[in-house]
């Protein structure tokens, strides 16, 4: 089907669309790092597309800010929220509220901006009240209001200033060194501004293009259009989507390649991926499909699929089929599945695909049993000439650290198993284990970690693909659990980005259950989750029946610069002391009290925080009275400058 008919077909999420043609005047004094333009007639002007999906209580904004004028160095863009609505944590710019007003400041990456070239910047919001308020109506350019056209402006001092590209996408931005920016921890958009809806898939790379596979499940639609509602166990399957792309960022959607009325309808349909058949010259999609295995064949890599054959067993496997599964095809071009055995998921398989033309999988090589419980989300890649097998705890839906095992050998020799460094701090940036392939460039190369954030089922929070690098140090993979990192595919390297959050677990999702040692976190007594979050399902509380001191922190590296701690409270009020802080950063400590009543969720900050040594202490201690209690969440620390 096409994108334009898929598109009419959607029952859509809530998503609005402002586009403002601004013009901005450039001051000279009275706005930081003002922009300053080339020529000694210098225009002035600029277009903001500001595009939101909402939720109860909350939304996300994606803003594009298109330079209509002569080029700048630098940028700031003001605009006014409606009554209730709050800025939460944002990307690829600093922003500031004071009360309604809004500011964003560019940063040292997209600051820039040649004539008409763009960047993508945005935010998640919170808002008061049963209805979303509304968007912007007006924009300002450098502190100027907008008046819908180009100005000319005299400039007493020419200056060069380099320009950047546009970017297309509302959920990534220019990076630097020619790179793009990966967010993470939101709902990623396709190049048309609609939802990617891409679950348990998998990528294929043909020429300088990756092709992402994935299943859209009719939940996830509904998780989407009102996440504040929790999770739901709607996984029936509505088809298969396919994305396209070349830097690893910019997703354009092609298609659904497979639909639940090309199966005949379907029960289950998920853990998929493919491959190109060399013998045959066809692709062919391999699935889950109720019970079993189906294939599906197409001509090219982003056409229409057609059902070809399916399986309903494979041999030397426990109970025959797969638990979870995903496709690896190997340096020769023969491809595989590797996976678990369905029920118990104990076993670990690769089998390979039958080379005539990847239509049956061939019986099994059996090549780890887990001594310490099932394994799921199956994936397989290979680096340096050493295989890796990699899987999840079976915790359902749920976050999971990343068990690999390793192997010179495609089918056996592989390893004892162990946590992949990084994972388990967060619990994989609070995935499972979804994807993962190479990244092979003209300077370097990595691993891409897809990881499936089951929001629609589990409720842990906002975005259902959240991707992060793999580096490698000799043969150890090292998981860089990044919120915002800049990536370059031709290149086959990889930055982190200025915008990325520090703290790990920030939203206390990764635990799946009431923990009084929360993931990520070092905590004293009186500490645990709290059912109940600002996003998802938990919040960070400090409480007690009895008068009590609590105490809840992370130790972080960090480069040296300028950062802003936040995190959004509820306070009963009445404590002795209670702060979020910052401390052992190279200075003396940073409060901010959050002893008064707090009743509703609000956003709390440090800002200038001056890292000089490398590393930063970060938490919330209280010392309260009985019946006293803190809820925290979604926390950030973000470099400024």
């Not at 739901?232 to 959607?253: C, E, M, P, R, V």
């Not at 982003?302 to 041999?315: C, D, E, P, S, V």
């Not at 677990?505 to 923990?515: C, G, I, K, L, T």
């Amino acid at each position: 089907m096409s994108e334009s008919n898929d598109q009419g077909r959607r029952s859509g999420p809530r998503t609005r669309v402002r586009v403002a043609a601004v013009a901005a005047m450039v001051l000279t004094a009275g706005v930081a790092a003002v922009g300053l333009t080339t020529n000694a007639s210098a225009a002035s002007g600029c277009q903001v597309a500001y595009t939101t999906t909402t939720w109860s209580g909350g939304f996300t904004a994606n803003i594009s800010v298109t330079n209509l004028g002569s080029p700048l160095t630098s940028w700031t863009l003001g605009f006014t929220l409606p009554g209730g609505e709050a800025v939460g944590q944002g990307w690829s710019a600093t922003f500031n509220q004071s009360g309604q007003q809004v500011t964003a400041a560019s940063v040292d990456y997209n600051g820039a901006l040649g004539t008409n070239a763009s960047t993508g910047i945005g935010f998640n919001g919170t808002f008061s009240g049963s209805a979303y308020p509304g968007d912007p109506t007006s924009f300002t350019l450098n502190g100027v209001a907008c008046t819908g056209k180009v100005t000319a402006t005299p400039s007493a001092t020419p200056s060069a200033s380099p320009s950047r590209t546009a970017s297309p996408s509302p959920s990534v931005s220019p990076g630097p060194a020619g790179g793009a920016v990966v967010q993470n921890d939101v709902f990623w958009k396709d190049t048309s501004g609609n939802p990617i809806y891409s679950q348990g898939g998998g990528v294929l790379k043909v020429g300088n293009t990756y092709y992402w596979y994935g299943a859209k499940y009719n939940g996830a639609v509904t998780y989407y259009n009102n996440p504040g509602a929790g999770k739901n166990g709607d996984t029936s399957f509505n088809a298969i989507t396919a994305y396209s792309s070349t830097d690893l960022a910019h997703w354009k959607f092609e298609g659904n390649v497979l639909t639940a009325a090309d199966l005949g309808g379907a029960g289950w349909v998920g853990r998929i991926g493919v491959a190109r058949n060399p013998n045959t010259g066809k692709y062919v999609l391999i699935s889950q499909l109720n019970s079993g295995l189906v294939f599906a064949t197409s001509s090219t890599p982003n056409g229409h699929f057609t059902k070809a054959a399916t399986q309903a067993t494979i041999g030397n496997v426990v109970n025959d089929m797969t638990g979870d599964q995903s496709v690896f095809v190997d340096d020769d071009g023969q491809a595989y599945l590797a996976f678990s055995n369905v029920r118990g998921r104990s076993h670990l398989y690769v089998a390979r695909l039958r080379p005539s033309d990847y239509l049956q999988v061939e019986p099994a090589a059996n090549i780890f049993n887990s001594s310490a419980g099932g394994r799921e989300g199956n994936v397989m890649f290979k680096h340096a000439g050493t295989y890796y097998f990699c899987s999840s705890d079976l915790h359902g839906w749920n976050a999971s650290h990343t068990y690999c095992i390793t192997s010179s050998k495609v089918s056996s020799g592989y390893s004892s198993e162990f946590v992949m460094q990084g994972t388990d701090a967060d619990f994989s940036h609070v995935t499972q284990t979804g994807l993962a392939f190479a990244v092979n460039g003209s300077a370097g190369s990595f691993v891409m970690f897809g990881g499936d954030r089951w929001s629609d089922f589990a409720g842990n929070g906002i975005g259902y693909n959240q991707w992060v690098p793999v580096s490698f140090n000799g043969k150890t993979p090292i998981f860089n659990s990044l919120s915002q990192w800049n990536v370059d595919a031709a290149a086959g390297t990889w930055s982190v980005g200025r915008g990325n959050n520090y703290v790990l677990n920030p939203s206390v999702e990764a635990d799946r259950v009431s923990q009084s040692t929360m993931a990520g976190w070092t905590g004293s007594a009186n500490v645990a989750n709290h059912s109940g979050g600002h996003t998802g399902r938990w919040s960070m509380a400090q409480s007690a029946s009895s008068a009590y001191t609590a105490n809840v922190y992370q130790n972080i590296s960090v480069p040296n610069g300028t950062y802003t701690l936040s995190a959004w409270v509820k306070s009963s009020g009445g404590q002795k002391s209670a702060n979020l802080y910052a401390k052992n950063y190279g200075g003396g400590q940073l409060n901010r009290s959050i002893s008064q009543s707090i009743s509703n969720w609000t956003q709390v900050s440090i800002t200038g925080i001056t890292v000089s040594n490398g590393s930063i202490q970060v938490g919330v201690s209280s010392d309260a009275n009985a019946g006293n209690w803190i809820y925290a969440d979604d926390f950030s620390l973000v470099r400024t400058s």
